[in-house]
Nanobody
């Protein structure tokens, strides 16, 4: 089981990037998916999450209106479109997969137990 994140890079403030996360060894359609990030010296934080079918999403307040999470279950791929990037978006971004422990859940509170290796996003002024 592997999640492979890619698409990071060095960009200027205001630019856009699209991250991808390709799964192997598991079918993404059976998992809730999310993006997290960790900046130097900071704890890992939830960025965006998406439900099984991709018709419900959640975004951290810091990225709401700028980032969009999506998924293509047929391609076993998760995406994160990041627009209007800011200096504070600089971090290593991780994709993660998990399953809810109950019928009612919050995407940002799920225990994600399968993680990708991370892709670096650096935003410069």
């Amino acid at each position: 089981v592997q999640l492979q994140a890619s698409g990071g890079g060095v960009v200027q403030a205001g630019d856009s990037l699209r991250l991808s996360c390709v799964a192997s060894g598991l079918s993404l359609s059976g998992y809730l998916m999310a993006w997290f990030r960790q900046a130097p010296g900071k704890e890992r934080e939830f960025v965006s999450g998406i439900n099984f079918r991709g018709d419900s999403t959640d975004h951290a307040d810091s990225v709401k209106g700028r980032f969009t999470i999506s998924r293509d279950n047929a391609k076993n791929t998760l995406y994160l479109r990041m627009n209007n990037l800011k200096l504070e978006d600089t971090a290593v971004y991780y994709c993660a997969a998990g399953r809810p422990s109950s019928v009612f859940y919050e995407l940002r509170s799920i225990k994600y137990n399968t993680w990708g290796q991370g892709t670096q996003v650096t935003v410069s002024s």
